[in-house]
């Protein structure tokens, strides 16, 4: 009878291979101002940089500005990556209130300014396919706007009297006026008060 040969294999087990996660890299988001603080109206740009670890690409995609916490519904602007990861936002931003901006000459623009106090200017960076959503804040204060005074007065007996009402002669004189500077909007608002010295005359 003929033998049989068997042959057996012998399998070499395989170690499986460990179930490595790979970590997702984060961008950093850097905000700076070019001026701080600011008196109101006045000219501030904010530069917005997104950045990746050593050996990742530059982000690309979007970064949403906020004025507040990264949850605040008070969006400033939505500002495009530059190829190296950068963009800005300059204050005041041209708003259209009337009209229509495709049609040359027919749109109205109102300057939209940061409001005096102190503001959080938040960058939300939203992401890529290879980077998550992160942020990063800068505080910006504002400071309230200077103004000019003009006093209407007139001489009386070697010293200064000034009025709003009627003058000591019984001649009535023109109210004391308080004008904004030219770049700002709006007449500014509350009280005045006269001194003849260090003494108060009235307001």
Known sequence: MRGLLIT???LTAVPPIANAQT???AATVTVTSSVNPI???AAVTFSITVTGPPGYP????TVLVIDGAPTSSTSLATLLLDASGSARLAFPIPTVTSGDPSIPGNAIYTPLVLSAGTHNITAVYTGDLVYPYTYNSVVEQVQQAA???VVTSFQQVGYVVLTANVAATGTPLPCPSIT???QHDGSPT???EFFNGGLSLGS
């Open 8 to 10: 057996l294999l012998s």
């Open 23 to 25: 970590a997702v890299p």
């Open 39 to 41: 008196l109101y109206g």
């Open 58 to 61: 530059t982000p690309t995609g």
């Open 147 to 149: 103004t000019t005074t």
């Open 180 to 182: 904004g500077l030219p």
């Open 190 to 192: 509350g009280s005045v």
